[in-house]
Each structure stands twice: as structure tokens, then as C-alpha cells.
């Protein structure tokens, strides 16, 4: 098992930052990969970014350039730094786990362990 915990979220006006966090216990955080997932009001949760154990990271179109995916296996942490935000990245965002790195990466049916979620909320 593993337990996973966001952090950071919060209301911010466009053009703003954000660093949401996950913390994780249980099983050995450093072997899997983590991935960054968000849900919006009335639409599918949808891939943001993930990060591998060996630290090569993947991102959604909308999101690169101004998102940065980064983990620290000493803190069993995993970080998202948002940039330059807008209105359409409110969400709530939801870090998972993957213990084996099979199927569609974008596919949250692929992910096996899941945080509560954190609020994101852009202003205009």
C-alpha cells in the first residue's frame, strides 16, 4: 500500500504560482513513478505530468513550459511547481502512483494508488 498526500493548493490570480506537493508513505516510494492528474468541474480527470524512479519526466501539452515535475526520494516527496497560470487550470489535482510502467501513461485506469486531492483555484 501506498498513501499519498497533496499539498499547496490554493486561490491564485492568473499569471501566478503555485507549488503543490505529495507526500508518500507506505511502500518504497523511489521504485515507481509519480503522476500528476486534474479534474475540473464536469470533465474527466485528465494526465498532467509524471515523473519515473529514474527522474525522466512527461508532460501534457497544456501544461509544458509552465508546469515542472520534480521528486525528492529523501523526503518521499514529489513536486509540482505551477507557472504562468490561467483560468483553465483550475482544478482539483490529484498526484498517483504507478508500480509498474505498463499502458497508457495518460490513462488514470493505469495508476494504482491515489491522494485526496488539492484544490487550484486561477482568478481572473
Known amino acids: 500500500q501506498v498513501q499519498l498526500v497533496e499539498s499547496g493548493g490554493g486561490l491564485v490570480q492568473a499569471g501566478g504560482s503555485l507549488r503543490l506537493s505529495c507526500a508518500a508513505s507506505g511502500r518504497t516510494f523511489s521504485n515507481y513513478a509519480v503522476g500528476w492528474f486534474r479534474q475540473a468541474p464536469g470533465r474527466e480527470r485528465e494526465f498532467v505530468a509524471a515523473?519515473?524512479?529514474?527522474?525522466?519526466?512527461y508532460y501534457a501539452d497544456s501544461v509544458k513550459g509552465r508546469f515542472t515535475i520534480s521528486r525528492d526520494n529523501a523526503k518521499n516527496t514529489v513536486y509540482l511547481q505551477l507557472n504562468s497560470l490561467k483560468l483553465e487550470d483550475t482544478a482539483v489535482y490529484y498526484c498517483a502512483v504507478r508500480t509498474v510502467w505498463s499502458g497508457n501513461l495518460n490513462s488514470p485506469a493505469t495508476w494504482d494508488y491515489w491522494g485526496q486531492g488539492t484544490q487550484v483555484t486561477v482568478s481572473s
Open positions: 515523473i519515473t524512479w529514474r527522474g525522466n519526466t
